[in-house]
């Protein structure tokens, strides 16, 4: 019997979703099925998935103020981190930083891995359109590789208003573009 690590592995708890989405225009383009543990865990049993090392979804913590940013990535790496505690044979997790805001995304960083003992952090290809490669970000990715930290980096929407006039969900038609980007 295999064992299989899942490394894209999304959580949407209320607290993410009613700060970052719109149940009517969905981040994505598609709206995903209330989120909870016993859900969670009842789809990785049914999977055959051994560990699922979770993380947030597009749009991130950040939509536009950096208190509320700093505040949602805290409330999601804790509950993170919780979902470790209680069932560590199931569950790791990749902290989520309130980029771009650098100074909070730093604090976000050492609370996550230091205290929260999390295994790693997740950003987006592009942070509110600024890409990950912006030289803003260098204090970050500096610290980064300082740390030697596990980063997962997951696709988000394209910042270009031409990529609604397909009216396709962003999964569908630029999630790898941005990636590449």
Same mark, same amino acid.
């Given at each position: 019997m295999s064992f299989t690590v899942d490394v894209h592995h999304h959580i949407l708890p209320d607290v993410f979703w009613r700060a970052t989405n719109d149940a009517h225009s969905p981040v994505g383009g598609i709206l995903p099925a209330p989120w909870s543990k016993e859900?969670? @865990? !009842?789809y990785? /049993? /049914?999977? &055959?998935i051994g560990v699922a090392i979770t993380s947030i979804s597009t749009p991130g913590v950040h939509? &536009? %103020? %950096?208190?509320a940013a700093r505040d949602l990535a805290r409330r999601v790496n804790e509950l993170s981190a919780e979902l470790i505690q209680e069932r560590p044979d199931r569950f790791g997790g990749f902290a989520a930083l309130p980029l771009p805001d650098i100074d909070g995304a730093l604090r976000a960083l050492e609370y996550g891995l230091d205290v929260l003992k999390l295994d790693g952090v997740v950003l987006? !290809?592009?942070?509110? &359109?600024?890409? @990950? &490669?912006d030289t803003r970000f260098r $204090? @970050?990715? %500096?610290?980064l590789e300082r740390r030697g930290a596990v980063v997962f980096v997951h696709p988000m929407s394209s $910042? /270009? $208003?031409?990529?609604?006039?397909l009216r396709l969900p962003d999964s569908l038609i630029d999630f790898t573009a941005d990636t590449t980007r």
């Open positions: 859900a969670t @865990l !009842s990785m /049993d /049914d999977a &055959g939509v &536009g %103020d %950096d208190s987006f !290809s592009n942070v509110r &359109g600024i890409y @990950l &490669g $204090p @970050l990715f %500096d610290e $910042p /270009d $208003p031409a990529a609604r006039s």
